[in-house]
C-alpha cells in the first residue's frame, strides 16, 4: 500500500505513474476480475470495521470531535451495510441481463455484460471521511476494478488510519492509499485513468473534471449545493422540526453535503417555527450547546474563520434569533437561527457547510419555489407538507439530486435509489447497485449463428433491396410481408 509518508519518499507525478502502471499490470492479469476476489475483499471490510471500530470512532473524534452515536451509525454501520448488501447481491449483479433484439437482426440474441472499467481514482471528503472513503471503494471492489484511495488530508486521524488498516486487511496489489494534500492529489490527476470518483466541494470538482477531460476520462463528482428546506403550515411542527434539527445539526453539526441549509416558510408559520425550533434545540444540546458532547466542532479554523465572516456581515449579523455563540479555541460554533436574512448576503450566495441555518419568509408557500429555483440545482431539496398538490408541485418545480417529502438526508440510507446531484451539484451516482454500476461499463453483446444470412445487406444495392432494408429496419412484420409480396 502506497502512503506519501512511506519510506520518507515523495509522491510525485514520476510515482504516481508507476503506481498506476502497477495497477494496470494487475488489472490486466484479470486477479480483480473473479467473484472470489471481489467477495474476500467485501468481507475483509466488514472484518475491518468489526475489529477495529473503536480506533474509527476515536480517529473521528480526533478529527472532527464526531459523537460516538454519528461516528456508529452514520459511518461504520453505513460502510458494513453497503459491503452486506454487496455480498448478498453481487452474484446477480455480475450476472450478464438479457436484452431483446428485433426482426432486424433476426435470428439472433443479445445480452448486456457488466464490465470493470480497470484503474480508478476514489478522492475521498473530509466531512464523513471514513464513509465518504470506503463507500465508492466497496463500489469499485464489487465492481472488479483495480483502485486508489486519496483519502482527505483535512481529517488526517482518519487519512492515516486508512492508511494502515486498508494493506492489513485488504489486496495491497490491487487496492492502494495515497495519502497527501494538493501536490499528491494533483500527482495522481497526471495520470490516464478509467474512471474518477470525487466527493468534494464545486472548485475542486472543476479542477478533477478539467485533469479528467486530457484524458477523456469519465467522472463522478459528488458535490453540494444550497440543500433546502420548504415548510408548510397545517402540519405537526415539533415532528418537523426535530427532523430537520435532525438533519441539520445531528449530522455532523452542518458539515454535510445533504444538510438543511436554509429554510423557507410562509411569514404567520415563521414565529411558530422558530419557537419549536428554540424549544427543540435546548432539549438537545442544553442551555450552553459549546459544551455538548452530541454536537461535532467546526472542523479547522479556516472554516470557522468562514462561517464567523457569513455571520458578521452587516446585513446578517442583527438577525440571529438564537444561537450565534462561538468557542474559537475549541473550534465550536453553537447551532444558530437567522430570521428573514436578505437573499444578496454572503450566507444565502454559498453552501454554508455548518451549524448557521437561515429562515427565509414568504407571502404564500407556492413562492418558494422561485427562490429555489433562482439558485443553482442542490443536492438535495426537502418539504414538510400535508398537502397533497404542493408535493406534486414541489417534485415537478423543483431540480435537485434527491428529494425528502417530510424529512431530511433519509433518502441517503435507501439503498435502492441512486444517491448524486444534477448540474452543479454534481454528477453521476452511487449506493447499492447505483455503486457497482458507477464502476461498470454496461457492454452490449449480440450473438448470431451462421443460418439466415440476409442477401440484402450486400451489393449491388437495388430498389428491391432498399424496399426490403427499410421494411426490416422498422422491424413491423406486416410492412416485412407486404415488401416481399410487392404490395409496398
Known amino acids: 500500500m502506497a502512503t506519501m509518508e512511506e519510506e520518507n519518499t515523495v509522491f510525485d507525478v514520476e510515482a504516481a505513474n508507476v503506481l498506476t502502471k502497477e495497477l494496470r499490470d494487475v488489472f490486466a492479469s484479470g486477479k480483480t476480475r473473479s467473484y472470489e476476489w ?67 437482426t433476426f435470428p439472433s440474441s443479445a445480452e448486456i455484460v457488466s464490465e470493470p472499467l480497470g484503474a480508478v481514482l476514489i478522492i475521498s471528503a473530509w466531512n464523513y471521511p471514513f464513509l465518504l472513503s470506503m463507500d465508492p471503494l466497496i463500489g469499485a471492489i464489487a465492481a472488479g476494478n483495480a483502485m486508489v484511495l486519496k483519502p482527505s488530508e483535512v481529517a ?15 489486496d495491497c496489489s490491487s487496492i492502494k492509499v495515497v495519502e497527501g494534500a494538493v501536490s499528491e492529489t494533483s500527482a495522481l490527476l497526471e495520470q490516464k485513468w478509467d474512471k474518477i470518483f470525487y466527493t468534494g466541494n464545486g472548485r475542486v470538482g472543476r479542477i478533477v473534471m478539467a485533469a479528467a477531460a486530457k484524458h477523456l476520462t469519465p467522472v463522478v463528482l459528488e458535490l453540494g449545493g444550497k440543500s433546502p428546506v420548504v415548510v408548510d403550515s397545517g402540519i405537526d411542527i415539533q415532528i418537523a422540526t426535530r427532523r430537520i434539527i435532525a438533519g441539520k445539526w445531528g449530522c455532523n453539526n452542518g458539515q454535510a453535503c445533504i444538510s438543511p441549509d436554509y429554510i423557507i416558510t410562509t411569514k404567520d408559520c415563521a414565529e411558530k417555527l422558530v419557537d419549536s425550533l428554540k424549544k427543540e434545540l435546548e432539549a438537545f444540546y442544553g442551555k450552553n450547546p459549546l459544551e455538548s458532547k452530541d454536537l461535532s466542532r467546526i472542523v479547522n479554523s479556516n472554516h470557522f474563520s468562514r462561517l464567523t465572516k457569513l455571520l458578521d456581515e452587516d446585513k446578517v449579523s442583527g438577525k440571529i434569533v438564537y444561537g450565534g455563540e462561538r468557542d474559537e479555541a475549541n473550534l465550536r460554533i453553537a447551532p444558530t437561527i437567522l430570521l428573514s436574512v436578505p437573499q444578496n448576503s454572503l450566507i444565502m450566495k454559498e453552501e454554508i457547510f455548518g451549524p448557521l441555518l437561515p429562515i427565509l419568509t414568504v407571502s ?33 418545480s423543483v431540480s435537485a439530486g434527491g428529494v425528502v417529502i417530510n424529512d431530511t438526508t433519509l433518502h441517503l440510507a435507501v439503498h435502492s435509489v441512486p444517491f448524486g446531484g444534477v448540474g452543479e451539484s454534481g454528477m453521476g451516482s452511487y449506493h447499492g447497485k447505483f455503486s457497482f454500476d458507477a464502476f461498470t461499463h454496461k457492454k452490449a453483446v449480440v ?42
Open 38 to 104: 471481489r467477495i474476500s475483499q467485501l468481507k475483509s471490510i466488514v472484518k475491518m470495521c468489526d475489529e477495529h471500530e473503536e480506533d474509527i470512532v476515536d480517529a473521528l473524534r480526533q478529527d472532527l470531535s464526531k459523537p460516538q452515536l454519528e461516528s456508529i451509525v452514520y459511518e461504520l454501520t453505513m460502510v458494513k451495510n453497503s459491503c452486506t448488501l454487496a455480498i448478498k447481491e453481487l452474484k446477480h449483479w455480475m450476472m450478464p441481463e438479457k436484452a431483446k433484439t428485433s426482426l432486424t
Open 447 to 488: 450473438y448470431r449463428s451462421f443460418v439466415g444470412d440476409a442477401y440484402v445487406r450486400y451489393p449491388p444495392y437495388t430498389l428491391g433491396k432498399l424496399r426490403l432494408m427499410k421494411a426490416l429496419i422498422t422491424g413491423n412484420v406486416w410492412t416485412i410481408l407486404r415488401t416481399l409480396l410487392g404490395m409496398s
Open 156 to 170: 488526517p486521524a482518519t487519512s492515516s488510519l486508512l492508511a494502515k488498516l486498508l494493506p492489513e486487511y485488504l
Open 364 to 396: 404564500k408557500i407556492e413562492d418558494s419555489f422561485d427562490i429555489i429555483k433562482s439558485g443553482t440545482k442542490p443536492l438535495a431539496a426537502y418539504l414538510f407538507t400535508n398537502n397533497k398538490k404542493l408535493k406534486e408541485q414541489f417534485l415537478m
